[in-house]
């Protein structure tokens, strides 16, 4: 193959991988950063992806996950993550709010806020775990990618949080069920 070609089979994997995850990786960073700051951070984890696209993995979801990892790791690395609690709680409060839609109940509307409320309670590695299952909607093995753990670390890690916010809010519904929709959403695979 010549040097053209290579480049141009290059040049292509990297346009599809940026056009499969771009909105997913986005609204990742948009959870731990201020709005102003995400599609910097998107930008410079790109940035990785095109130096090291020989190491990105050709499966899409498995793409995706070492993609959070690298965003994870530079929001960590450059201090952005200071925000991370109160852009995570004000994202929850606004979906909260913004979610009052004819096919959502009341109930559902308040348990998002319930849990916006309590969300600065929870410890930055609960947070994380639960952000990662439930908002990002990663398997276990992918958000364990993410995180550098193994998928079973992953999950008790996981369980250990729903159980630190089901403690944080506090009773339960009178059909027996926690009081919020995170607190009880299904396990990633």
């Keep these: 193959m010549n040097p053209t070609t290579a480049g141009?089979?290059?040049?292509?994997?990297?346009?599809?991988?940026?056009?499969?995850v771009y909105?997913?990786?986005?609204?990742?960073?948009?959870?731990?950063?201020?709005?102003s700051q995400a599609e910097d951070v998107v930008g410079d984890?790109?940035?990785?992806?095109?130096?090291?696209?020989?190491d990105v993995p050709a499966d899409l979801s498995a793409a995706r996950a070492w993609l959070f990892g690298v965003a994870r790791r530079t929001l960590l690395s450059t201090?952005?993550?200071?925000?991370?609690?109160?852009?995570?709680a004000v994202r929850l409060a606004e979906t909260g709010?913004?979610?009052?839609?004819?096919?959502?109940?009341?109930?559902?509307v308040t348990d998002r806020l319930a849990v916006a409320a309590v969300w600065p309670r929870l410890s930055a590695v609960h947070q994380e775990a639960i952000a990662l299952a439930v908002l990002d909607?990663?398997?276990?093995?992918?958000?364990?990618?993410?995180?550098?753990?193994?998928?079973?670390?992953?999950?008790?890690?996981?369980?250990?949080?729903?159980?630190a916010l089901r403690h944080q809010l506090g009773p339960t519904h009178p059909d027996g069920r926690p009081s919020a929709d995170l607190a009880s959403a299904r396990s990633p695979r």
Excluded: K, Y
């Design 8 to 20: 141009g089979h290059r040049e292509q994997r990297f346009r599809a991988l940026h056009d499969a």
């Design 23 to 35: 909105v997913d990786l986005l609204r990742f960073v948009r959870r731990r950063v201020h709005t």
């Design 45 to 54: 984890v790109m940035l990785v992806a095109w130096r090291r696209l020989d």
């Design 79 to 88: 201090r952005r993550r200071e925000g991370r609690q109160d852009a995570v």
């Design 97 to 108: 709010q913004a979610a009052a839609s004819a096919s959502e109940t009341t109930e559902s």
């Design 137 to 163: 909607g990663l398997s276990a093995p992918e958000a364990a990618s993410v995180l550098g753990i193994s998928p079973v670390a992953f999950r008790l890690r996981l369980s250990r949080a729903r159980r």
